[in-house]
């Protein structure tokens, strides 16, 4: 059995970032990953076409943005091959009446674009910006750091620059923010489509920060992309990792976590694999999956019942394309091609793919879309002169007849949303597709077992599932009743997307909890190890 300071289970962004914080410290460590390519739901791959670089799960890194270790360059990312795109424009709405909202980096062109349709809902939208702006630092705060008790985060807000406004935003539905803030329903299905991207039902209480943050964050940030694909993310802290001696492992499903007197001491792999951890290990394994490797035993009575609540969250269909054109969207001033393409008709609409959703039906009539063209920005990513597109709608993975369904319906889904789409355009049809990939929220699961029931984002993020509570109330600071034992990724605080805000949290507990004195690490081990990233052979 081969020993190390710290064995990471798992080779997702979150636990890549904990496992690169970690040997900056100076600790050796290992990462063990199940699948043939770290990256878990960032990676890329050629789905459709040789030569043609997708995205399976992620696109966007958009969240990751605001986070310390890109804020402050804690780990200078960009000097191992990570460079980010900022698309202009942001993104556009097409609508099937021939109207559009276009968002530009300019602000002031955006609030021209809200102008068309309401002068007052375009001067709303700059008190909306503002207002996220007094509340930003508080709530970017809280995401930087370990849960807070309900008790404080209450009295943190209403201490705040907005007091009980504040307090009356994060309590509200994000719906409630829309339809008082804006009034023209164009803008306020804009408004909505924005809120809902990361698949946090808006009719839900405590989603009302949504209606502010999301918006403002593509407002400064773009619909950011990593040049070459999401994969780029994941490479570039494994090279951090392997600089510091660490070492990452593919094709080794963490089948067991070895507990011995109520201590994590090690791992073992479904080849057989043995790796011991002297100080600590790391897991991203879906917490639905734990008590089955870790022993439920082991976990105690109320961490155990904890889990068996959890609730997955809204998921995705997506059909990946290798175009021989981009798509051009209709717009207003013409036809425009664009990164990112969002499709919500209106609130109704939104209420409709909802109830669709909670009632497992597939409703593909009115659908809510998210369209995708990175190459429009990132040639690096197709053939010269072609085209990634990737085209998502928001399907429920327990479908009425069960979620084996999706094999039978998912290719008819994804010409019926092809359609859809189309008509938003004045070019998109068979004729210019070359290849095609499908993937139904039941493929998602298959392909990455911590997308439990399709979710990607881990689970929801209700009011019971949110901060404090999340995963298990009394177990939300990235330990958990096995001592050594820490979890990180999107079932901890703050939740899913690429924020990498999991990972740096639970580097953080980890690190202070091994005796570490200051964070972020210096780099004043990095280039003493020889790590390296493998398919590791069996044994």
């Not at 959890?310 to 051009?328: D, G, Q, V």
């Not at 599932?465 to 298990?472: A, I, L």
Request: aromatic content about 8%; some cysteine; hydrophobic content about 40%.
């Amino acid at each position: 059995m081969s020993e190390w300071d710290i064995v990471v289970a798992g080779a997702g962004h979150n636990s890549l970032l904990t496992a690169a914080y970690a040997a900056r410290a100076g600790f050796k460590v290992l990462v063990l990953e199940g699948a043939d390519r770290i990256g878990g739901d960032t990676t890329s791959e050629e789905l459709t076409l040789p030569g043609f670089i997708h995205d399976p799960c992620a696109t966007a890194h958009n969240l990751i943005q605001s986070n310390p270790l890109m804020r402050d360059n804690e780990l200078q990312l960009d000097r191992y091959g990570l460079r980010y795109l900022y698309p202009d424009p942001v993104f556009i709405m097409p609508f099937r009446d021939g109207r559009s909202i276009t968002m530009w980096r300019d602000l002031d062109r955006t609030c021209a674009e809200l102008a068309r349709f309401s002068e007052a809902d375009a001067k709303a939208y700059r008190t909306l910006l503002n207002d996220w702006q007094s509340l930003s630092s508080i709530i970017n705060d809280e995401r930087e750091h370990p849960p807070r008790p309900p008790s404080e985060v209450l009295a943190r807000t209403q201490a705040g620059p907005l007091g009980e406004l504040g307090v009356r935003i994060r309590q509200a539905r994000a719906l409630d923010i829309i339809t008082e803030r804006f009034q023209e329903e164009h803008v306020r299905a804009f408004f909505a489509w924005i809120a809902f991207m990361t698949l946090h039902p808006l009719d839900e209480p405590e989603s009302g920060t949504l209606a502010l943050s999301l918006v403002a964050g593509r407002q400064r940030f773009s619909w950011i992309l990593p040049e070459g694909g999401s994969i780029r993310l994941p490479l570039a802290l494994a090279r951090i990792i392997e600089e510091n001696g660490g070492t990452l492992l593919t094709a080794k499903p963490v089948t067991r976590i070895v507990v011995e007197d109520g201590r994590a001491t090690g791992v073992i792999t479904a080849d057989g694999s043995t790796y011991g951890a002297t100080k600590a290990i790391v897991s991203s394994i879906h917490i639905r999956h734990l008590p089955g490797i870790v022993g439920e035993a082991n976990l105690g009575a109320a961490y155990s019942a904890g889990i068996a609540r959890w609730k997955p969250s809204i998921t995705m269909f997506a059909a990946h394309y290798a175009l021989s054109e981009a798509p051009r969207f209709k717009t207003e001033a013409g036809p425009m091609e664009s990164v990112t393409m969002g499709g919500l008709e209106s609130l109704a609409s939104l209420a409709r793919m909802l109830a669709a959703f909670r009632a497992g039906r597939l409703d593909l009539g009115d659908p809510v879309i998210l369209a995708l063209t990175p190459t429009v920005i990132d040639p690096s990513r197709a053939p010269a002169g072609q085209h990634t597109f990737k085209l998502i709608s928001f399907l429920p993975y327990e479908l009425a007849e069960g979620p084996q369904h999706w094999d039978e319906v998912k290719d008819e889904v994804a010409d019926r949303l092809l359609e859809s789409v189309a008509a938003l355009t004045t070019n998109l049809s068979p004729a210019i597709v070359l290849g095609r990939a499908v993937s139904s929220p039941l493929d998602l699961e298959r392909r990455n077992p911590a997308n439990w029931r399709g979710s990607c984002h881990g689970g929801a993020s209700t009011p019971d599932q949110s901060g404090w509570f999340r995963p298990v109330e009394g177990w939300s600071k990235y330990r958990t009743p096995v001592t050594g034992l820490y979890q990180t990724g999107a079932c901890t605080h703050p939740g899913g997307s690429v924020s990498g805000l999991p990972g740096r949290n639970c580097a953080m507990v980890l690190l202070a909890d091994l005796g570490a004195t200051s964070f972020p690490p210096s780099r004043a081990g990095e280039g003493q190890g020889e790590g390296r990233v493998r398919k590791a052979a069996a044994g």
